[in-house]
């Protein structure tokens, strides 16, 4: 009898291991999937901000000038954003976000250094510099 109460009590418990084994895979699945999102959102936003930045120079003519800041890491790692032709590029770790902007021309930054720039329209066009 005693026996098997100990080999029920055994069951038991090895079965509670292997749910919670599972249950405990996919709560990580979820909490990476969701972290993955988040840092595409990020992504998203620093483009259409940066995007944005370009657009109003290019709008507003020469000697135009603004400071803007940037989130300093997406996913706890520096990014660099990379303007080509009208597409405009948000990369850091294995990853890249891709979005569309109306400059023409190419720029680039990197917060590997710091998460504020400054956006200058000259006779020379417009460009990106750390402020």
Known sequence: MKAQSSLEFLAFVSLSLTMLAVLSGVVVAEQSEFLSGQQSDTARQ????VSFELE??????????RVFALPEAIGGVPYSVNATSGALQVSWRNRTVVS????????????????VFRVVHNSSGVFLVEA
Request: overall charge negative; cysteine-free; aromatic content about 14%.
């Open 46 to 49: 620093v483009a259409d901000q």
């Open 56 to 65: 109003m120079a290019l709008v507003q003519g020469d000697y135009y000038s």
């Open 100 to 115: 569309s902007t109306r400059f023409e021309s190419d720029a680039y930054l990197s917060t590997q250094g710091s998460n």
